[in-house]
């Protein structure tokens, strides 16, 4: 079955450092998401992109977030200026239509110190 | 806005039946899905519906009812495996996001 990749699968930053977190979706979805679990929480929506843009984003995603879709597969969230309380599970999502159901990669567990 | 509540934890016994509730506002529903969850893994999907009923698949059922604002999702046969957080995600009209509740977390107990 096809599947979302992500990695890495655990980066550790200094605060203040930028990180790229980077996703390969199912190739035929047109639907792309972040979403980010911080540690015992729930799973919070950061932003979702369709057709080459940004479709919706969180109020967490601020000004230090940004995302990119820069070929024709990858997918990747950047964080400019890390923070502590950024530490957190970051999950890609992609889906192939508006109201289909979401796949989820394995996650990228970043740890900010 | 959207607010979605599930309980927290339940516990159950290897072979029971458990049903987990998840109550929903929405200013424009469009779909509730149902994800499991184990401990340091991605979501993964179990369940859509989007018309009042029940939808079944296998061991794991899920009913929603548009007017109550409220869903719940059946597993049957439990088994150690199913020991997971079960998390009840709402989707609004004319967006393409889902919004998760905070999950309910089940231990299955021999």
């Known amino acids: 079955e096809p599947e979302v990749t992500q990695t890495p699968s655990h980066q550790v930053t200094q605060m203040g450092q930028e990180v790229i977190l980077r996703c390969v979706p199912i190739?035929?979805?047109?639907?792309f998401y972040w979403y980010r679990q911080i540690l015992g929480q729930k799973v919070e929506f950061l932003v979702s992109?369709?057709?080459?843009?940004?479709?919706?984003k969180s109020e967490i995603f601020d000004d230090q977030f940004s995302v990119e879709r820069p070929d024709g597969s990858n997918f990747t969230l950047k964080i400019r200026s890390t923070k502590l309380e950024d530490s957190a599970m970051y999950f890609c999502?992609?889906?192939?239509?508006?109201?289909?159901?979401?796949?989820f990669g394995s996650g990228t567990q970043l740890s900010v110190l | 806005g959207q607010n979605i509540d599930q309980p927290t934890e339940m516990t159950a016994t290897e072979g029971a039946i458990v049903q987990i509730n998840c109550t929903y506002q929405?200013?424009?529903?469009?779909?509730l899905f149902w994800y499991q969850q184990h401990a340091g893994e991605a979501p993964t999907f179990l369940s859509y519906?989007?018309?009042?009923g029940l939808e079944e698949k296998g061991r794991f059922s899920s009913f929603l009812s548009r007017s109550k604002g409220y869903s719940y999702l059946l597993l049957k046969e439990l088994q150690m495996k199913d020991s997971a957080s079960y998390l009840c995600?709402?989707?609004?009209?004319?967006?393409?996001?889902?919004?998760f509740g905070t999950g309910t977390r089940l231990q299955v107990f021999p």
């Open positions: 190739s035929n979805h047109l639907y």
């Open positions: 999502a992609s889906g192939r239509g508006m109201d289909e159901k979401l796949f």
């Open positions: 519906n989007v018309l009042d």
């Open positions: 995600a709402v989707r609004d009209r004319n967006t393409d996001k889902l919004i």
């Open positions: 992109f369709y057709n080459n843009e940004i479709s919706e």
């Open positions: 929405t200013s424009g529903f469009n779909g």
